[in-house]
């Protein structure tokens, strides 16, 4: 009887998943819960880390140094997220670059590898691209340096922006800016280089 009653007391503490908090606990500061600390919405700094880790793996595949987070370029990109629209903002031509991806059940991770993907077409070595290579050259420019992304619901779609500065795409600059896949690529993680 005794084996019985510790074999469902063993069964019901196991099956107390580990992020149910029991009532009355505080949470402790740095759990998963509250990665940004106080102040920063968990969504918003995974997604930011998302984002970061995606661009700056692509670009070590290509030779690029790092991007770094800009919380105005994101403030802007969620701003013109939240228009729910696959138009460029007139506002920040020749400013800034932006890719703008929207899909019904579409990710972030999806929307960016939309972006990336044409690299296999992009005409390397030449001194201008194709509007058809345009968001992944964006997310590669050598001379782009910071970026700021931002994604919105509307509907049943989501929309994702990201926006570069400098603004990449630069006519007679592809040959200087946008390197082929390095041959040794494997060594990058997406994780911050030196």
Not at 114 to 143: C, D, H, M
Not at 144 to 172: F, H, L, M, Q
Request: proline share 7%; charged share 20%; hydrophobic share 35%.
């Amino acid at each position: 009887m005794f084996r019985m009653i510790l074999i469902a007391m063993l069964a019901i503490s196991c099956g107390k998943h580990k992020d149910q908090e029991e009532p009355g606990r505080q949470p402790q500061p740095g759990r998963p819960s509250d990665p940004g600390g106080p102040g920063i919405p968990p969504s918003d700094i995974v997604e930011q880390q998302q984002y970061m880790v995606f661009h700056n793996l692509k670009r070590c595949w290509h030779r690029v140094a790092d991007v770094k987070w800009s919380p105005q370029l994101a403030a802007g990109a969620k701003a013109h997220a939240a228009r729910c629209t696959l138009a460029k903002d007139p506002s920040i031509a020749g400013k800034l670059g932006e890719n703008i991806a929207h899909g019904k059940g579409l990710g972030q991770i999806k929307a960016q590898d939309n972006w990336y993907l044409p690299f296999i077409f992009f005409p390397y070595g030449q001194k201008n691209g194709s509007k058809e290579t345009a968001e992944f050259s964006q997310i590669v420019w050598r001379e782009t340096s910071e970026i700021g992304c931002a994604s919105a619901k509307c509907g049943d779609e989501n929309y994702y922006v990201c926006r570069y500065s400098p603004a990449g795409n630069v006519a007679g600059k592809y040959d200087t800016n946008v390197y082929s896949l390095d041959a040794g690529f494997m060594k990058c993680t997406g994780m911050p280089r030196k």
